[in-house]
């Protein structure tokens, strides 16, 4: 599996937007970027994937560059709520496979 | 509906005990996972299943024994564990073949402890 390479740890003002990256330089041309977070003591929560187009949904918004060795994750509004770990994966589509999570990003939500 | 149950919420168990985990899906996912988390670490895969079948077994030790008895349910059956085995048990559900969509949708685990 390709790896990826987080900041350990980023702090965001509530209400300001979160813009969380990562480093995926290794990554395949068959494999998308997928983006997790886990709340405290909660399961996975999945958030949003792309393969090589910037994507968005009702949760955020992901960017990805066009050579597809980084991209960001954008929380536009952040809330106390969002403060959780958030892990960027790269995960090859086709079939059911495994997820490896790396040790990700813990993003504080601060008032 | 994007929920997947798993029961119990909590579990202490001594290491000659016998003891099952449940996860049950109803969004028509026909692959399956367990995953392990240790406290303040990533989740780490333990099995999958397509189409009621083991895909994966990432060399977990005999004492974890999965099954899927149909589509919507699996199980994991514990026997004779060690107190290093104490860990949040998550199970997760996807699409699978070529549906094109492979996002895991995870429940929200049984934290087990063995004494």
């Known amino acids: 599996d390709a790896k990826t390479t987080q900041p350990t740890s980023m702090d965001c003002a509530e209400g300001r937007a979160a813009n969380l990256p990562c480093n995926h330089s290794t990554i395949s041309g068959n494999e998308y970027v997928y983006w997790y977070r886990q709340i405290h003591s909660q399961g996975p929560q999945y958030i949003i994937h792309?393969?090589?187009n910037n994507e968005t949904n009702e949760m955020a918004s992901l960017i990805i560059t066009e050579d597809r060795k980084s991209s960001t994750l954008i929380l536009p509004h952040a809330t106390l709520r969002d403060t959780a770990v958030y892990y960027c994966i790269v995960f090859p589509t086709g079939t059911a496979s495994k997820l490896t999570f790396g040790t990700g990003t813990r993003l504080q939500v601060t008032l | 509906d994007t929920e997947v149950t798993q029961t119990p919420k909590h579990l202490v168990m001594g290491m000659t005990n016998k003891k099952s985990l449940k996860c049950e899906q109803h969004?028509?996912?026909?692959?399956m996972y367990w995953y392990k988390q240790k406290a303040k670490k990533p989740p780490e895969l333990m099995f999958v299943?397509?189409?009621?079948?083991?895909?994966i077994n990432e060399s977990v030790p005999s004492r974890f024994s999965p099954e899927c008895p149909n589509s919507s349910l699996l199980n994991l059956h514990l026997h004779a564990l060690q107190p290093e085995d104490s860990a949040l048990y998550l199970c997760?559900?996807?699409?699978?073949?070529?549906?094109?969509?492979?996002?895991?949708?995870f429940g929200p685990g049984t934290r087990l402890t063995v004494t």
């Open positions: 299943y397509s189409y009621e079948k083991l895909s």
């Open positions: 792309g393969l090589k």
């Open positions: 997760a559900s996807s699409q699978s073949g070529t549906s094109g969509r492979y996002e895991q949708y």
């Open positions: 969004m028509g996912h026909r692959a």
